[in-house]
Every structure is written in structure tokens, then in C-alpha cells.
T-cell receptor
Framework: GQSLEQPSEVTAVEGAIVQINCTYQ??????LSWYQQHDGGAPTFLSY????GLEETGRFSSFLSRSDSYGYLLLQELQMKDSASYFC???????????FGGGTRVLVKP | GAGVSQTPSNKVTEKGKYVELRCDPI?????LYWYRQSLGQGPEFLIY????????DSGLPNDRFFAVRPEGSVSTLKIQRTERGDSAVYLC?????????????FGAGSRLTVL
């Protein structure tokens, strides 16, 4: 099976940078995804790493190291609207199933 | 449609009753997924369809849960003899490609409360 660990909560102020770490255990996978979910809303896709290294999408960047079984999501220039839960998720080796971590709740303060 | 549509948005039922939850995926998306999310937790995989067939139903918790997608578009998740532990938000997602799909588009979910 697969399992993912991420911190439960992070608090930061507007304009700051936040890094959400994700460690995982798996026997094989296609890639690591990140999703954002506001309270009461649907999870929405943020980023995907198929290969080791950094992927940058605007204020958000994601990193993957397969040798360390580790990834992170970097949120830069934090805005109030970034207050949400963030989930890392492994796309399984069969390529047909996302397994989610428990989520990290990010609270942005003025 | 423009997005993934799920109905009902909210369902309250009594223990032991039968429930159906509907998902209308994005037009043209061949892959469809059902997840279940409890408060404060990540989505938990239930079942995946590629076209009309259930390609992976390993996440269905027991035989009270069943899902269909008869024409390869709309899907229905069916729960028999509901239990209080079934209370959760049931999320549906679709994607353009099956194997290798890395971008799932989720619906807003159906919140099920079993009294």
C-alpha cells in the first residue's frame, strides 16, 4: 500500500513563504500531486511532479526527491485567500489512483 | 458540462436506508473516480471507472457500497443499509485520460449524514 505524512497545520502571515513537507512510503508510483481545498469546497489541482526536481507555477512551487521519498509544496507571497487545506497525493504505479495524505491546514494571518 | 456536477449536495437519511449519489463528469472525460472524505482528513479512494467498467474497486469498504456508470458518462454511487459511520462527504472526480492521469477535476461533493 501507500502512505503519506504531512504536518497537520501551519500558520503564517501575509507575504510570508510557507513550505509544506510530504514524506511517503510506496512500492512504486508515477508522480506526486498537490491539491488545494478551501473549507466546503472541492479539491483543486495545483501541481504535479513526475520527475525529481522543482516545478514552478506562479507563486506555488513543488519539489520531489524519489531517493528521499520526500516532496514539498512552497507557497510564496502568501495571500489571505491561500488559507486552505493542502494535500499531497501519490499517483499509483498503475496510473489510475490517487492516494491522498491527511492534509495540511494553512492559516494566513494579516 | 463545465465542471463535475454532484447531486444531491446534501443528504440526510436514517440508519438502514438506501441512498444514491449521482455524479455528472466533465464531457469527454473517460475516467471517473469516487472518493470519500471525513472531516479533517484527506479524500479516501473508493472506485475508479475507465469508460463503463470499474477498473479498480479496491477502495469500496464492503458490499453495501456499489457504483455504476452504464453509459460511460454519469455515475451513481449506491449505499445500502446505511450506517452512521457512512456519514462523510462523497467526492466525484473525472479526468481526460485514464492510466497516467495526473489532473483530477473534483465536484463539490455530496454530504451524507446518517442519523
Amino acid at each position: 500500500g501507500q502512505s503519506l505524512e504531512q504536518p497537520s497545520e501551519v500558520t503564517a502571515v501575509e507575504g510570508a513563504i510557507v513550505q509544506i513537507n510530504c514524506t511517503y512510503q510506496t512500492s512504486g508510483f508515477y508522480g506526486l500531486s498537490w491539491y488545494q481545498q478551501h473549507d466546503g469546497g472541492a479539491p483543486t489541482f495545483l501541481s504535479y511532479n513526475a520527475l525529481d526536481g522543482l516545478e514552478e507555477t506562479g507563486r506555488f512551487s513543488s519539489f520531489l526527491s524519489r531517493s528521499d521519498s520526500y516532496g514539498y509544496l512552497l507557497l510564496q507571497e502568501l495571500q489571505m485567500k491561500d488559507s486552505a487545506s493542502y494535500f499531497c497525493a501519490l499517483l499509483g504505479a498503475a496510473g489510475n489512483k490517487l492516494t491522498f495524505g491527511g492534509g495540511t491546514r494553512v492559516l494566513v494571518k494579516p | 458540462g463545465a465542471g463535475v456536477s454532484q447531486t444531491p449536495s446534501n443528504k440526510v437519511t436514517e440508519k438502514g436506508k438506501y441512498v444514491e449519489l449521482r455524479c455528472d463528469p466533465i464531457s469527454g472525460h473517460t475516467a471517473l473516480y469516487w472518493y470519500r472524505q471525513s472531516l479533517g482528513q484527506g479524500p479516501e479512494f473508493l472506485i475508479y471507472f475507465q469508460g463503463t467498467g470499474a477498473a479498480d474497486d479496491s477502495g469500496l469498504p464492503n458490499d453495501r457500497f456499489f457504483a455504476v456508470r452504464p453509459e460511460g458518462s454519469v455515475s451513481t454511487l449506491k449505499i445500502q443499509r446505511t450506517e452512521r459511520g457512512d456519514s462523510a462527504v462523497y467526492l466525484c472526480a473525472s479526468s481526460l485520460r485514464g492510466p497516467g492521469a495526473n489532473v483530477l477535476t473534483f465536484g463539490a461533493g455530496s454530504r451524507l449524514t446518517v442519523l
